[in-house]
Nanobody
Framework: QVQLVESGGGSVQAGGSLRLSCVAS????????MGWFRQAPGKEREFAAG????????YYADVVKGRFTISRDNAKNTVYLQMNSLKPEDTAVYYC???????????????WGQGTQVTVSS
């Protein structure tokens, strides 16, 4: 069983930056496809970014492309989401997610973290 624990959420003004971290346990992150989803109030959970374990490939939703960067440090079993130029519409609970399968679109994880709140004020 894989456990995912997120950290790094918080409140920031529009235009600011935050970095989220997700530590995986129960299986080496080098064998996991990992990603980030988000869910804003009253909206469905949506894919934000992903990174495959088969190579340094990354995937982004159009709404975050060019502003968010996903990266991983397998030595630390950790995946990061660097979020720059944040907008109020980025306000959401951000969830780390993973699967032992390769990346496919749509990304359908098997494992989820508990989520971390990101609030962007105007």
């Amino acid at each position: 069983q894989v456990q995912l624990v997120e950290s790094g959420g918080g409140s920031v003004q529009a235009g600011g930056s935050l970095r989220l971290s997700c530590v995986a346990s129960g299986r080496p992150s080098s064998t996991l496809t990992m990603g980030w989803f988000r869910q804003a109030p009253g909206k469905e959970r949506e894919f934000a970014a992903g990174t495959g374990w088969l190579g340094p490939s990354t995937y982004y939703a159009d709404v975050v492309k060019g502003r968010f960067t996903i990266s991983r440090d397998n030595a630390k079993n950790t995946v990061y989401l660097q979020m720059n130029s944040l907008k109020p519409e980025d306000t959401a609970v951000y969830y780390c997610a993973a699967t032992a399968r390769g990346f496919r679109s749509p990304f359908t994880p098997d494992y989820w973290g508990q989520g971390t709140q990101v609030t962007v004020s105007s």
